[in-house]
């Protein structure tokens, strides 16, 4: 098993520019989570999606972040315009849980963002 | 999910068994106490959880106390490799965000 796939590993961009990071979740896995971490607010959760499907996107910082999940082998998060303060380490992860059971989370090795 | 408390270090020599307390005294009947650690420049990686009994797996041992305020992880043999910031979870079923919180930093030493 090739655990989570993420790509790039690292990005870096200029401000206003669009950023697309890809993920491919484990395969089986029906549950897919988008993390952001800082140095100042840690880990934070962005967005998830069961089933393919957002289910909670209340993390999502601004307008400027969309993600989507075509295929349950594929999902993306773009940032359109990217900023300096989107800079960070974004890490995908998936679980085999579902809406009614809490399950362990498998952590992609991240990519590491910098916006100029 | 409850609100949980680590100390914000720790160091462990080499070969000795790490103990790495956690406090969550606010912990409610359906919630989880899940462990994850992160070595430098990697993704999380889930260790161990437990709901009320003790634990055992390949990596770590979970004992969590008979009124579920705190629990300690234990990792028997500490090695070089297991220098890591330890996150203390406590999550309820049914819920999918994971509040991973400052940690503890262990560092194990030569």
């Known amino acids: 098993d090739a655990g989570v796939i993420q790509s790039p590993r690292h990005e870096v961009t200029e401000m206003g520019q669009e950023v697309t990071l890809r993920c491919k979740p484990i395969?089986?896995?029906?549950?897919l989570f988008w993390y952001r971490q800082t140095m100042m607010r840690g880990l934070e959760l962005l967005i998830y999606f069961n089933n393919n499907v957002p289910i909670d996107d209340s993390g999502m910082p601004e307008d400027r972040f969309s993600a989507k999940m075509p295929n349950a082998s594929f999902s993306t998060l773009k940032i359109q315009p990217s900023e300096p303060r989107d800079s960070a380490v974004y890490f995908c992860?998936?679980?085999?849980?579902?809406?009614?059971?809490?399950?362990?989370?498998?952590f992609g090795p991240g990519t590491r963002l910098t916006v100029l | 999910d409850a609100k949980t408390t680590q100390p914000p270090s720790m160091d462990c020599a080499e070969g000795r068994a790490a103990n790495l307390p956690c406090n969550h005294s606010t912990i409610s009947g359906n919630e989880y106490v899940y462990w994850y650690r992160q070595i430098h420049s990697q993704g999380p990686q889930y260790i161990i959880h437990?709901?009320?009994n003790n634990e055992t797996n390949e990596m770590a041992s979970l004992i969590i106390t008979e009124d579920r305020k705190s629990s300690t992880l234990i990792l028997p043999h500490a090695t070089l490799r297991d220098t890591a910031v330890y996150y203390c979870?406590?999550?309820?079923?049914?819920?999918?965000?994971?509040?991973f919180g400052t940690g503890t930093r262990l560092t194990v030493i030569p």
């Open positions: 437990g709901l009320k």
């Open positions: 992860a998936s679980s085999q849980g579902h809406l009614a059971l809490r399950d362990t989370q498998y």
């Open positions: 395969s089986g896995h029906n549950s």
């Open positions: 979870i406590a999550t309820q079923t049914g819920a999918n965000n994971l509040f």
